[in-house]
């Protein structure tokens, strides 16, 4: 099909968007003149519920935006995918995390086949950590685990594991280390004992610098604090497409969890990339993540277009980039055991969508994948929600509120977290204008000239948009569906754009020149091999250590 940018549905969008735009349309407005317009403009499933109505939409746009994925052939995209085709192009490979959360009919048996298999093992290895059978190298159990891994074998398990705090089993304790910088590992290792702390390398390729050289620097320290060289495999295990890599690591082969090349490293936390997580809360609860996921796969499967929660979500996100001007997403998640979610969903959705070429390497001839950044309300509403509600950016706002507290105790307390959620939206959307600012001012007793020059600064355009998506209840469950809605979503964003979601190509150069800086940086020879900058900044580094 021609490139989106170029069709002529996008520029009937263009003109319905201005069109909106120059009629002075305001989302107050929109909910005047249609009462039922939160019924209209939201969807549920059975875990997640979503409110989009505070958007600048209206069923046009809708029917638009649906005519616009039919275009894109996204229902055949969809089935494509679950079926098992090669839809990762330029690495020649299939694209099957939902296999490893759904029985996928169409697809190969093998796939579903390797998954299980692979649960069983974690699921015995889990129950003989537990349980206090799978000993250190002075037969004590293991009470502390620590995951090294970087990006898709970091972020997600992390993210998951500690939302999930409430259902960590004692006394493991999990960390998670990833940055090369080597304050990360010692910082985790100087709250461990190596007689009864588990390494689990966590790598893809096993070829990541960062895994590689703490790995390397885990088991020094393992060794240099008593440790017995014989008993490593006690210690170490590890989960990786690379078994040879793996193996001439060190790690005994029965330790090794196999990963497969048709499962992306960020959508790689069902697989046994979540070992992490089943360890600290136990294997029920990874297997309940598992079914949350495969809820919304189905959903997303089997909905029809108009009520399909993660392609509603994508298209809004293309509604928002390329034709309302937003270039940033912001993601709010109202739940403070949430608070790594923004952080996972940069490498998602940046990962993914961060690509300036489609799938056939022709320049997009639209804007791709926005700038996602947030973190966990309330704390942001006292950093950066007042360039939200005043700036000059248009920044389409995510937010994740969860109905129920684990906490009922403090169900006062929470209703004020909820509270405090939908005001904030409400706020965008509302705004306030420089007469109710005045107004205000005036009843406070300001005198008129002072009242008029800050009813200027604390007027309010309003008009922002916002989804909110609610959580009956935060359960292993109910985040499942919630990841898996996010990725159903940067995959629709993909069709629409066109472009390859699953390959991440940009992040090769930095790894590349990295280790030649490396080496020049250990070397005494004077710098000159690179640019004028580069060799100025690797001379100083080496004239400030020889000074130090
Ligand atoms: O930074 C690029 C990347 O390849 C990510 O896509 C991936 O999740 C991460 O590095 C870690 O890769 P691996 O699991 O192979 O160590």
């Not at 979540?274 to 089997?302: K, T």
């Not at 912001?330 to 979610?341: D, E, G, V």
Request: glycine letters at 6%; proline letters at 5%.
């Amino acid at each position: 099909m021609t490139n989106p940018g170029r069709s002529r549905l996008w520029q009937k969008l263009e003109t319905h968007y201005l069109n909106l735009h120059s009629a002075g349309t305001t989302l107050s407005q929109l909910f005047c003149d249609d009462p039922q317009r939160f019924e209209h403009f939201s969807l549920t499933t059975d875990t997640v519920f979503l409110d989009y109505s505070k958007n600048l939409l209206t069923r046009e746009t809708r029917d638009l935006l649906l005519e616009l994925a039919r275009e894109c052939s996204l229902s055949d995209a969809i089935r494509a995918m679950y079926r098992g085709e090669r839809l990762n192009n330029t690495e020649n490979r299939e694209v099957l995390h939902v296999a490893l959360r759904t029985t996928l009919p169409e697809a190969d048996p093998q796939y579903n086949a390797a998954v299980a298999a692979t649960l069983q093992r974690m699921e015995g290895f889990v129950a003989r950590v537990h349980s206090g059978e799978w000993k250190g190298y002075t037969d004590k159990p293991i009470t502390t685990v620590i995951n090294i891994g970087i990006g898709g074998s970091d972020l997600g398990p992390a993210m998951v594991t500690e939302a999930l705090r409430h259902w960590h089993v004692p006394p493991l304790r999990t960390h998670f280390t990833s940055n090369v910088d080597p304050a990360h590992m010692r910082s985790t290792l100087a709250q461990a004992d190596p007689q009864t702390t588990l390494f689990i390398i966590a790598s893809k390729s096993f070829s990541t610098l960062e895994t590689h050289q703490n790995a390397a620097l885990a088991r020094r320290w393992y060794i240099e604090n008593g440790g017995d060289e014989s008993k490593v495999s006690r210690h170490f295990v590890a989960v990786s497409a690379n078994v040879p890599k793996a193996q001439a690591f060190g790690i005994d082969p029965d330790n090794i969890f196999p990963l497969w090349d048709w499962v992306g490293g960020r959508y790689s936390l069902w697989s046994a990339i979540g070992l992490p997580i089943a360890l600290a809360c136990g294997m029920a609860q990874f297997r309940a993540l598992l079914e949350g996921a495969s809820l919304m796969d189905q959903h997303f499967r089997d909905a029809p277009l108009e009520a399909n929660m993660p392609v509603i979500m994508g298209l809004l996100a293309v509604w928002h980039t390329n034709f309302c001007g937003a270039s940033s997403q912001a993601i709010l998640p109202y739940s403070q055991a949430l608070h790594l979610f923004p952080a996972f969903l940069q490498q998602l959705e940046m990962e993914s969508l961060g690509k300036s070429v489609d799938r056939h390497g022709e320049p997009l001839r639209a804007a791709s994948g926005p700038v996602v950044w947030g973190s966990a309300g309330t704390n942001g509403q006292h950093s950066f929600h007042q360039l939200l509600h005043q700036g000059t950016h248009l920044i389409p706002a995510d937010f994740i509120g969860i109905v129920r507290t684990l906490y009922p105790q403090d169900e006062d307390q929470h209703a004020h977290l909820l509270a405090n959620c939908f005001s904030q939206s409400q706020a965008l959307m509302q705004g306030k204008s420089e007469d109710e600012a005045l107004a205000e001012l005036l009843a406070r007793g300001r005198d008129e000239t002072t009242a008029r020059v800050l009813a200027r600064h604390k007027r309010i355009a309003g008009n922002k948009p916002s989804n909110t998506l609610l959580l009956p209840e935060l359960s292993a469950r109910t985040l499942g569906s919630l990841i898996a809605l996010y990725e159903h979503k940067v995959f629709v964003e993909s069709v629409i754009w066109q472009l390859n979601a699953f390959d991440q190509w940009g992040v090769e150069l930095g790894k590349q020149l990295g280790e030649r800086l490396h080496a020049a940086l250990r070397c005494a020879e004077p710098c000159t091999a690179f640019d004028g900058s580069t060799n100025g900044l690797i001379t100083r580094c080496r004239n400030l250590d020889e000074h130090a």
